[in-house]
């Protein structure tokens, strides 16, 4: 029997194997390194609207352009610095701005433009590459290549989600907490039996199966359908508490030997009544990211830097159902202890129709694989050649902004 373990993931339906459909299906990824700092990868999925969330309210054409998506001081939102306000769904992470923990960078994207497809933006923001299919696996990944000494505790890849992110040669590890792995005895035996000569993987499937059998109280849905079913799975909103499970296992990762975990939140695609939709993904976002601040605890917060980027933004006009469509420029999010916070960076394009991208969208004028970039180069001590050349293939890097202490 000729099976591979990647075709032995792939038929594990047809083995009994399934994992729960909890719309958490999103694995953490984590990989050891050999430095002190943390850094956490965010993917929102769905096409977060930068316009909502970091206000522009300063700027003399948002107002007339977001007229039931008011934002502003006037409409609730937290002023950050005279001309930005927050969104009141992110007020939970006041402190951290007022502590200098917390910043933006606004107007910034990929090189991805015009097609607007979710799965496409989102593999080449993963990929981190200026157009798709240039280079293999992910931009985290790619990192670890040029790291002596990096290595991950496991190396196993079990779930419904592609993390590409960190996809690539170099040796990471990958659990979904809250989703569990459950196999018939048949399964659980054909599985051991075809691993057993690697003790890698075979080590790694024990561990997934325990956790699994301890974790029994985060609950499982219902199982999952076609390949279709699932991708659509990915832009709704996760329920329950899971978001915070998923920070809180990273947390635990991070306080040990594992200095990189990347994981994504979806529910950001806010075509419609996006008040209510972009409100309670905000406070998912908030929830994980003080999860980690708390579960890491006061020194392992004080060397980790959160970034939570988005495959693309949203139009600047709402449309006619209280939502935004899929747009073009966004923003990036920074949070820890290791950040120089308190700024909203990025050089503004403005609003007035003459301003816009394809005049509809917020211009991009920054590529977003710079400050990321910018940020592996002062976490890990990667050099700004390897990093242009390697890990984010032909990109320029520019001038340094300064993101972390």
Request: overall charge negative; aromatic content about 6%; glycine content about 14%.
């Amino acid at each position: 029997m000729n099976l591979t373990r990647r075709s032995l993931l792939t038929r594990s339906a047809a083995l009994g194997c399934s994992l729960a459909a909890s719309p958490l299906l999103t694995p953490v990824t984590l990989a050891a390194a050999p430095w002190e700092t943390r850094l956490v990868v965010i993917i929102l999925r769905g096409g977060m609207d930068a316009l909502d969330v970091v206000q522009p309210y300063g700027d003399p054409d948002y107002a007339g352009l977001r007229q039931s998506l008011a934002g502003g001081p006037d409409a609730g939102a937290a002023d950050l610095d005279g001309f930005y306000a927050l969104h009141p769904g992110l007020a939970p992470l006041l402190p951290l701005w007022r502590a200098g923990q917390l910043g933006f960078v606004q107007a910034v994207s990929t090189p991805y433009r015009d097609r607007r497809s979710h799965f496409d933006g989102q593999d080449l923001l993963e990929a981190g590459t200026a157009g798709l299919g240039q280079a293999e696996g992910g931009w985290l990944n790619r990192l670890l290549q040029l790291i002596p000494g990096a290595e991950a505790r496991t190396a196993f890849a079990i779930g419904q989600e592609r993390m590409l992110l960190m996809e690539g040669d170099a040796p990471v590890s990958q659990w979904a907490p809250g989703a569990g792995l459950v196999m018939s005895p048949q399964a659980e035996r054909l599985a051991g039996l075809l691993m057993e000569e690697d003790p890698l993987f075979h080590a790694a499937l024990n561990e997934a199966l325990e956790l699994t059998r301890q974790d029994l109280s985060l609950g499982a849905g219902g199982g999952g359908s076609d390949a279709e079913d699932m991708m659509m799975s990915m832009m709704k909103a996760p329920k329950g508490k899971a978001h915070a499970e998923v920070a809180a296992y990273a947390a635990q990762q991070l306080r040990g030997g594992t200095r990189i975990a990347a994981f994504s939140i979806n529910g950001w695609d806010t075509h419609q009544q996006q008040a209510n939709g972009l409100k309670n993904a905000l406070g998912r976002l908030a929830e994980t990211i003080l999860t980690l601040q708390s579960g890491l605890g006061p020194e392992a917060w004080g060397k980790t830097a959160v970034a939570a980027v988005t495959e693309f933004g949203r139009t600047v006009r709402e449309n006619g159902t209280g939502g935004t469509d899929h747009g073009t420029g966004g923003a990036l999010l920074l949070a820890g202890g290791a950040i120089r916070g308190s700024r909203v960076l990025g050089r503004w394009p403005g609003l007035s129709e003459a301003d816009l991208y394809d005049r509809r969208d917020l211009m991009p004028t920054e590529d977003v694989r710079s400050p990321l970039a910018w940020l592996l180069h002062g976490l890990t001590g990667a050099g700004r050649s390897r990093l242009e050349a390697d890990v984010f293939p032909g990109l320029d890097m520019g001038s340094n902004p300064g993101l972390l202490l």
